[in-house]
């Protein structure tokens, strides 16, 4: 069980702090309340914010397990062996192929088709280091090395779609091995979810992309993850009033949900709020704040209040470090409840507001 504290309670609000940091996983772990010293946890990488959000509400094994916990460790470490894999997949691609969903890097790439990909090949000591200044590369490999292999492969139209399917095959892979070792495969998670209960045309899968095929993928692996880690569904929906969300927050505990949300998918910056709440600074994002409309990102739930007529949600993000000595590192941000349920998604990742899959996953919490 994990303990919260409650920043503010009353009859129209809630407020929860996660403990900051994380337990040191060097310390050994007993069971009963954790009691390990708490030690920074550095902000997501890559393509594991769901990984580090649902962090925030499961419980933490660590490298020095009792033997109790055996069974957890086992779960956590293929779990993190996962998170591991994913990383080194990114690191191993050029920095611009995490610009393949913006609009610049989209344009950059698919203007690189193959005849202009032998272009530059051949003036590559000309034009190598206009473009890959250090600064560019930030540590990751050259992009020219990629411009090779889509020439020598020619089966793709330009760098963007080259590089989208060497991106999403790299995942997929590690993604169906993850499945395989928690003792499952795609066939039976397909079987499992892929059903007209769960509101989807039979053979759905077949009939996606390769990258769409990674995103519900990665959906599945994430719900398989929460349900090794003994989270479970939350029966709030978004359809539903701001009132039971409230109840939901204030009978179970901080929620995790994932959609068009979090700091991420904005672009614009937030502003720091002139109120305070426990002497901690609120973050807000001005109306018409200028955001990335496809990108999706997962948060945690932390709070909800009810100003007269207007509604309001607080969440965390794994954007941002958690630090034990100083928990303003952990920044709380505020949208309108409006902004929730227009831009949540489903636990398969589709924006509708009635789905049988549910919305949002929740942990076992003790409140001080």
Same mark, same amino acid.
């Given at each position: 069980?994990?303990?919260?504290?409650?920043?503010?309670?009353?009859?129209?609000?809630?407020?929860?702090?996660?403990?900051?940091?994380?337990?040191?996983?060097?310390?050994?772990?007993?069971?009963?309340?954790?009691?390990?010293?708490?030690?920074?946890?550095?902000?997501?990488?890559?393509?594991?914010?769901?990984?580090?959000?649902?962090?925030?509400?499961?419980?933490?094994?660590?490298?020095?397990?009792?033997?109790?916990?055996?069974?957890?460790?086992?779960?956590?470490?293929?779990?993190?062996?996962?998170?591991?894999?994913?990383?080194? %997949?990114?690191?191993?691609?050029?920095?611009?192929?995490?610009?393949?969903?913006?609009?610049?890097?989209?344009?950059?790439?698919?203007?690189?088709?193959?005849?202009?990909?032998?272009?530059?090949?051949?003036?590559?000591?000309?034009?190598?280091?206009?473009?890959?200044?250090?600064?560019?590369?930030?540590?990751?490999?050259?992009?020219?090395?990629?411009?090779?292999?889509?020439?020598?492969?020619?089966?793709?139209?330009?760098?963007?779609?080259?590089?989208?399917?060497?991106?999403?095959?790299?995942?997929?892979?590690?993604?169906?091995?993850?499945?395989?070792?928690?003792?499952?495969?795609?066939?039976?998670?397909?079987?499992?979810?892929?059903?007209?209960?769960?509101?989807?045309?039979?053979? %759905?899968?077949?009939?996606?992309?390769?990258?769409?095929?990674?995103?519900?993928?990665?959906?599945?692996?994430?719900?398989?993850?929460?349900?090794?880690?003994?989270?479970?569904?939350?029966?709030?929906?978004?359809?539903?009033?701001?009132?039971?969300?409230?109840?939901?927050?204030?009978?179970?505990?901080?929620?995790?949900?994932?959609?068009?949300?979090?700091?991420?998918?904005?672009?614009?910056?937030?502003?720091?709020?002139?109120?305070?709440?426990?002497?901690?600074?609120?973050?807000?994002?001005?109306?018409?704040?200028?955001?990335?409309?496809?990108?999706? %990102?997962?948060?945690?739930?932390?709070?909800?209040?009810?100003?007269?007529?207007?509604?309001?949600?607080?969440?965390?993000?794994?954007?941002?470090?958690?630090?034990?000595?100083?928990?303003?590192?952990?920044?709380?941000?505020?949208?309108?409840?409006?902004?929730?349920?227009?831009?949540?998604?489903?636990? %398969?990742?589709?924006?509708?507001?009635?789905?049988?899959?549910?919305?949002?996953?929740?942990?076992?919490?003790?409140?001080?």
């Amino acid at each position: 069980m994990l303990s919260l504290s409650i920043l503010e309670r009353t009859d129209t609000s809630i407020l929860y702090e996660i403990p900051p940091g994380k337990p040191d996983p060097k310390q050994k772990r007993t069971i009963g309340e954790d009691t390990r010293n708490r030690v920074t946890q550095l902000a997501y990488k890559g393509n594991t914010c769901w990984y580090y959000t649902l962090k925030f509400i499961r419980q933490q094994i660590g490298k020095k397990p009792c033997e109790e916990l055996t069974k957890e460790r086992q779960i956590e470490k293929l779990c993190s062996l996962r998170r591991k894999a994913y990383t080194q %997949h990114e690191n191993s691609l050029p920095a611009v192929a995490d610009q393949l969903f913006t609009e610049k890097g989209s344009d950059v790439l698919c203007s690189i088709d193959l005849a202009k990909a032998k272009l530059y090949v051949k003036n590559k000591q000309a034009i190598q280091p206009m473009i890959e200044t250090p600064e560019a590369l930030e540590g990751r490999p050259s992009l020219f090395p990629f411009i090779e292999e889509f020439i020598k492969e020619g089966k793709k139209n330009n760098m963007h779609e080259f590089l989208l399917d060497k991106k999403f095959k790299g995942r997929n892979e590690i993604d169906l091995g993850f499945l395989i070792n928690l003792g499952t495969n795609l066939e039976e998670v397909l079987a499992s979810e892929i059903t007209t209960a769960n509101e989807y045309e039979k053979n %759905h899968y077949e009939t996606l992309n390769k990258l769409e095929k990674s995103s519900l993928l990665g959906f599945f692996v994430c719900k398989i993850s929460a349900e090794a880690y003994g989270l479970q569904k939350s029966s709030w929906t978004p359809l539903q009033k701001i009132d039971c969300l409230m109840k939901e927050l204030q009978t179970k505990g901080p929620l995790y949900v994932v959609g068009n949300l979090g700091r991420p998918t904005y672009v614009d910056e937030p502003f720091k709020m002139s109120q305070k709440i426990s002497e901690r600074d609120i973050y807000a994002w001005r109306p018409g704040a200028t955001r990335n409309p496809d990108l999706g %990102h997962a948060i945690l739930l932390v709070g909800a209040k009810k100003v007269q007529d207007k509604a309001f949600v607080y969440f965390i993000d794994s954007v941002d470090p958690s630090d034990p000595n100083d928990r303003s590192k952990q920044k709380i941000y505020m949208i309108s409840y409006t902004n929730l349920t227009s831009n949540i998604c489903d636990l %398969h990742g589709r924006g509708q507001q009635n789905s049988p899959v549910g919305y949002a996953y929740q942990g076992t919490f003790k409140m001080n």
